[in-house]
């Protein structure tokens, strides 16, 4: 496992499915990322913390994942508020689902997602995550090993 | 004895005298009346007590001479043999011949060919009768047939049997029958129609009517004034006799109006009204015909017809959306499932018997392939949606082209030859055409039998459609089964021999019948298959 400064780092997970963020999760851990997980279960959750972010009450989140099948406000509603957060509109975002339509993937790209993560049904396809995560983190934040 | 014979004598000879005497006056008789019967005699003279008198036979014959030529009726006199003798003036005028040709020619001349026989029996029946008639027809000039009343009758002179035919022209009686029959015909027209009709004088009253506008205003409207027979309305507006007087005033059209109808008691009735002026030869307007068509109950079916259709939409877009979402939200709970029972394995593998790890496998081999049901039902789900953009053309080579490009390794590894005809530019969108060359052509190369794969690839065009036929040597389908793989998940080999879900030909089938086409197979086990399938040469809405 590999351990580096991103650690303190935090992210915000969008996902209703417990088994999702177990596995979520797995990938950050396998990839040796012990970043602090802030979990929303539902898009209305998401969208109360950016508007806490933006008010201050709370510190903005490194990177998000969004599952853009949630309840109450879709993923894509998600997206669309953080784009608009003055203190954390550019922060790095990918966007997760179970289809991979290319109308999907076009429209979430549109909305302003730096990545589209079709989740897999195989293990090792999923952990991939864990990588994709690093390599995001990385850009903003610069290695330190 | 001798006094006997001489009285006897004397007696003989006076006889003799009176006979001759009788004989004298029999020839002179005689003489007199062939003299009459051939016009050389114009007078008799007649011993009377009185002393002799002289009749003229002028004097007995020219009333009815003149009677005949003057009288209103054709009349001729015909011989024993039907050769005219006489004939009046009006009979020549009948028949349009001149007067001195007719005396002396046969009459069936002038006789309708297809009454010949009629005439013979009035002849036979005024020989046995002594009189009869019937209507026939006369042959004029110009070979125009003149309808006829003969009256025939017997004229016995001097031993002779002539016939007296009296011809009346029916022609004037036939013409007012005629126009008899149109009026009445005319009249019936209008009371049958199915139509309401009306006729309005220039005050708006109803001065003819139809059965059905009867029906139609639920009373009798004759004589009444329009507007209160029918209280019609057109896109909210009046439309009374007021208007429709002044539109047919202008020349306007009023053909095919949709109009709404309020009766007593508020029902209403949707009518189409069409109204055409009615002019006098000096063009000012004495009214107007109205036709009132009441589409009520066409409407009506209309209605239900587009609420049925609509309806159809709606339950077909449900079914849609239900295998949508079936075929998506099942996939990840079973995504899960496999990912999950992957991970069971790695974290415990060393824990497990060995059996258990061909169990896991197992497990997470049947998700995997329950996913990949999923997605190939989400795909004929999804397969014929339109793609964005408008429906286009699509250059079938270019198309056929890439996909075989997609079959590289497969063809190398094969050693398949693909031969490809010139192909048309097809009306169907690309993305779908390339699904129906990659099914076609992808399933050529996979049932392929010993020999390495041959696939032809042909186009012909027929009745404004193009068939494109892709046909292989592979291992062929058994006929019972060229229906059935074009159902969804029909596979006819089992135990993995050849992969696949089954859903290809479906989803081919799907696409084709989007654009109003239709694919088949010809084939026979062991020799090959031949999918073909036809679209529209021309663009036409996608179902």
Not at chain 2, 395 to 423: H, M, Y
């Amino acid at each position: 496992m590999k351990r580096d400064n991103l650690e303190q780092l935090s992210l915000l997970v969008v996902e209703d499915s417990p088994a999702d963020v177990f596995l979520v999760r797995e990938a950050l851990k396998e990839e040796g990322l012990s970043c602090h997980l802030k979990i929303a279960d539902d898009g209305e959750k998401a969208i109360n913390i950016l508007d806490d972010v933006d008010a201050g009450g709370q510190d903005a989140p490194n990177l998000l994942l969004v599952d853009l099948n949630v309840p109450r406000q879709n993923g894509e509603h998600v997206l669309e508020r953080l784009r608009r957060s003055p203190r954390c509109g550019k922060t790095p975002v990918v966007m997760m689902s179970t289809s991979d339509t290319a109308a999907e993937r076009k429209r979430a790209f549109e909305l302003g997602a730096t990545e589209y993560f079709c989740k897999p049904s195989t293990l090792a396809e999923f952990m991939q995550l864990g990588k994709l995560v690093r390599v995001l983190l990385e850009q903003r934040h610069g290695t330190a090993a | 004895m001798t006094q006997a014979y001489d009285k006897e004598n004397e007696l003989i000879a006076t006889e003799q005298y009176k006979i001759g005497d009788l004989l004298s006056r029999l020839w002179e008789a005689e003489e007199t009346i062939r003299a009459i019967y051939s016009g050389e005699a114009d007078a008799v003279v007649v011993n009377s007590p009185s002393g002799p008198r002289v009749y003229t036979l002028e004097g007995a014959d020219h009333p009815y001479r003149v009677m005949v030529e003057q009288m209103h009726e054709s009349t001729v006199t015909l011989d024993p043999k039907r050769l005219i003798l006489y004939s009046n003036p009006q009979f020549a005028a009948l028949i349009g011949a001149a007067s001195e040709s007719v005396a002396g020619s046969d009459f069936e001349r002038f006789l309708a060919p297809a009454d010949a026989s009629l005439f013979a029996g009035l002849i036979e029946a005024a020989v046995a009768g002594g009189h009869s008639s019937g209507e026939l027809h006369l042959r004029g000039a110009n070979a125009a047939t003149i309808p006829v009343r003969l009256s025939v009758t017997p004229l016995d002179v001097a031993g002779m049997q002539n016939l007296c035919v009296i011809a009346s022209d029916l022609r004037e009686q036939r013409r007012n029958e005629t126009i008899l029959k149109e009026e009445r015909l005319s009249r019936l027209i209008l009371e049958q129609a199915a139509e309401a009709i009306v006729v309005i004088d220039q005050q708006g009253v109803i001065v003819r009517r139809s059965e059905s506008a009867n029906l139609l205003a639920r009373k009798p409207v004759l004589m009444e004034p329009f507007d209160g027979a029918f209280h019609l309305t057109a896109s909210g507006i009046r439309l009374d006799t007021d208007r429709i007087l002044t539109a047919m005033r202008v020349g306007e059209e009023i053909t095919g109006v949709e109009a709404q109808m309020a009766h007593s008691g508020g029902a209403t009735s949707a009518l189409l009204v069409s109204a055409s002026p009615l002019s006098s030869q000096g063009n000012e307007l004495l009214g107007c015909v109205i036709t009132l068509t009441d589409i009520t109950e066409r409407k009506r079916a209309e209605e239900a017809l587009a609420s049925q259709a609509e309806e159809l939409a709606r339950s077909n877009s449900d079914l849609q959306q239900f295998a949508y979402s079936a075929s998506h939200d099942l996939r990840e709970p079973l995504r899960q499932l496999a990912v999950f029972t992957e991970l069971l394995q790695s974290r415990y593998q060393d824990k497990l018997a060995a059996e258990a790890g061909l169990l896991i496998e197992h497990a997470v081999s049947s998700a995997h392939r329950m996913e990949g049901l999923l997605k190939d039902l989400l795909a004929y789900t999804q397969a014929a949606d339109a793609p964005q953009g408008p429906a286009a053309y699509t250059d079938a080579n270019e198309v056929c082209r890439k996909t075989v490009a997609t079959f590289e390794a497969k063809i190398a590894q094969s050693g398949a030859r693909i031969d490809c005809d010139p192909l048309p530019v097809l009306a169907i969108h690309e993305v779908h055409l390339t699904q129906l060359f990659q099914n076609l052509i992808g399933n050529a190369l996979k049932y392929c039998g010993l020999e390495p794969p041959h696939v032809h690839i042909s186009a012909e065009r027929s009745d404004g459609l193009w068939k494109l036929t892709v046909a292989d040597n592979g291992i062929g389908i058994d006929p019972a089964y060229k229906n059935q793989v074009f159902g969804i998940f029909q596979r006819l080999h089992g135990g993995g021999k050849y992969s696949g879900s089954g859903i290809g030909l479906a989803i081919c089938q799907k696409i084709v019948q989007r654009y109003g086409g239709r694919i088949w197979v010809e084939s026979e086990l062991g020799r090959g298959s031949r999918f073909m399938f036809t679209l529209p040469e021309k663009k036409n809405e996608a179902r």
